[in-house]
């Protein structure tokens, strides 16, 4: 697949050189304390990246799992995940490294990602569920347009402990958004 390009940021495939850029983003407690999975090890990331590029060589493949870049330069400084589903129907997730918070990297990479959704892919529907706690990545889904729709109760199990998401949602016909 072509990267895709926002206002600020690049997505494209990951590569197997990633490796070192992607484990300082899944294996830094600042940023998997938010996600649905927790701090990697150097081999447990590995063998995760070896996953993304296996899914993303696949002709029918289950989801986008893309590295955010600057414009600038190709340093992978987080990833965007989409994964389509039943319904034309989506997944949202993504994740910024700590060093590159507050300069609207998810959000830009987000648009982009839901641009590419709802366009090429011809979705009707994305979902992001996200952490109440997470006050920075709900202020990225109502800056593009999600709904709240509601809480899921114990819905990941993550550093030893069952989590609540707030689930959001967007509609084709609300994006463009933000």
Same mark, same amino acid.
């Given at each position: ?14 590569? &197997? ?159 463009? &958004?933000?």
């Amino acid at each position: 697949m072509d990267p895709l390009t926002g206002d600020g940021t690049r997505l494209r495939e990951f590569r &197997a050189d990633d490796l070192d850029d992607f484990y300082a983003i899944v294996g830094d407690d600042r940023v998997t304390s938010w996600m649905a999975f927790d701090s990697h090890t150097p081999e447990s990331a590995e063998k995760m990246l070896a996953g993304i590029l296996t899914r993303s060589a696949q002709q029918d493949r289950p989801d986008y799992m893309l590295a955010v870049t600057r414009l600038d330069d190709d340093q992978v400084i987080g990833f965007a995940r989409l994964a389509p589903g039943v319904h034309r129907g989506g997944k949202l997730a993504y994740g910024i490294g700590a060093d590159h918070w507050g300069h609207g990297h998810a959000t830009d990479a987000s648009r982009t990602l839901l641009r590419f959704a709802f366009g090429q892919l011809d979705l009707h529907r994305v979902t992001a569920a996200i952490g109440p706690e997470n006050l920075a990545s709900i202020a990225v889904a109502k800056r593009l347009g999600f709904s709240y729709e509601g809480q899921l109760r114990h819905h990941v199990f993550t550093n030893g402990e069952w989590r609540d998401s707030a689930l959001y949602s967007l509609l084709a016909t609300e994006f463009p &958004a933000g």
